[in-house]
């Protein structure tokens, strides 16, 4: 008799055991679930806050001036023209600081003719900045323009295109420019501020716009080479051999 | 037919290679400063990496999606309900921030990239079969496995 009691006791026991531990797996489950959901939204939600804050632009988030001084390092800059004032050839590049083919061109041409042709002393580049893509590449333009005031218009531009944003975004802000021209080294940005609100820099802008139609050029990049052989306006160059050809050309 | 779990977790783990072969590819690209070839000759691809939201933090958001799917893929080789949840949790995050890509894609930079696409199509999938992995055999002791609830 005691013996069955016993049994019915285990079995019993063994039961409970059992339901308690379904219970626990429910438990688990459903905190799983709950867990995955808050989680979920929670990092997601943080990572529209970044996407949308590292956006906006001009937040002094500025990359690659290590990368832009240690390519221009060395190479004389006087104004807008990057290059021996000796040299033979000028390269003159008709661009636009938020035209994105430019920024690719900024790496893909004048990057390698920086490191050949300009470093050897053969040629030296002079960017013109023609205004095609609204009043916020006239901003960037004054801005570069005002960096060329102390020296630093390359860094300024090159440095430009490496942090580039979507044209028409909004991106060309005060702060964004001002970064841009930190990130470049212009060493007095008071005199910088107050250089790029100068009025003046319309009529270079109006004046490059004439020149850039005047040699039949239709969209940026355009490229023109100016040597003792003679110019030639070679529009948008296929690649930088493109424009090394005409270097030798013109020389 | 309940699917078995061995072959959601087999084709989570192909899907998510693909997911990271896309996404290295778009990293590769762009850290040179180009932009995905779009295959039907478009400029979507240039516009959607030339725009301010490819970097978050400096970072290019396609790098964040290797990471991505990386983590998705060792989800699906992990056992049990940690790889289950942990997948799962992954596929949201992941499905919701590509939901966000793609609104920005139509509405804000208005330019369609074709491999921010794939790449989106890839992540609902790994939604699909995280999802039905965590439902099916959320709490279950996986085949094989010696002992222990959440083995």
Known sequence: ?251 | MIAGEGRLRAASAVVASVGIAIATYIAIVESGGGAPACLAGGSGCVTVAASPYAHILGINVAVLGIAGYALLLGAALWRGDVGRFGGLFLAVVGYGFSMYLTYLELFTIEAICQWCVASAVVMTVLLLLNLARAVLHAGTVPRGAASGLRA
Not at chain 1, 63 to 87: H, N, P, R, Y
Not at chain 1, 153 to 164: G, S, T
Not at chain 1, 230 to 250: C, D, F, K, N, Q
């Open chain 1, 1 to 251: 008799m005691s013996t069955r009691a016993a049994e019915k006791e285990r079995l019993r026991n063994h039961r409970l055991k059992r339901e308690e531990s379904e219970q626990e797996r429910q438990r688990w489950v459903l905190l799983s679930w709950g867990g995955v959901a808050v989680l979920a939204v929670c990092v997601i939600a943080l990572l529209i806050a970044l996407s949308l804050s590292s956006s906006q632009g001009g937040d002094g988030d500025i990359d690659g001036a290590g990368e832009v001084a240690a390519d221009l390092e060395g190479i004389q800059q006087q104004g807008t023209v990057l290059g021996s004032q000796d040299a033979d050839v000028t390269v003159v590049e008709f661009g636009d600081l938020q035209c994105p083919v430019c920024r690719d061109y900024s790496g893909s041409v004048i990057a390698p003719l920086i490191a050949g042709p300009v470093s050897a002393g053969e040629a030296r580049l002079e960017f013109r900045n023609w205004v095609i893509l609204g009043p916020e590449s006239g901003d960037a333009a004054a801005a570069a323009y005002a960096a060329a005031e102390q020296d630093r218009y390359w860094n300024f531009v090159e440095l430009y295109y490496r942090n580039q944003g979507l044209e028409h975004s909004g991106y060309v802000t005060d702060e964004f420019l001002r970064s841009v021209a930190e990130g470049a080294g212009v060493p007095n940005l008071d005199r910088w501020e107050k250089d790029r609100a100068n009025g003046r820099w319309d009529a270079v802008i109006a004046k490059t716009d004439r020149q850039a139609k005047l040699h039949g050029f239709s969209g940026t990049p355009s490229f023109l080479v100016i040597g003792p052989h003679g110019s030639e306006a070679l529009g948008t160059p296929h690649s930088a051999a493109h424009v090394e050809a005409a270097i030798a050309r013109a020389g």
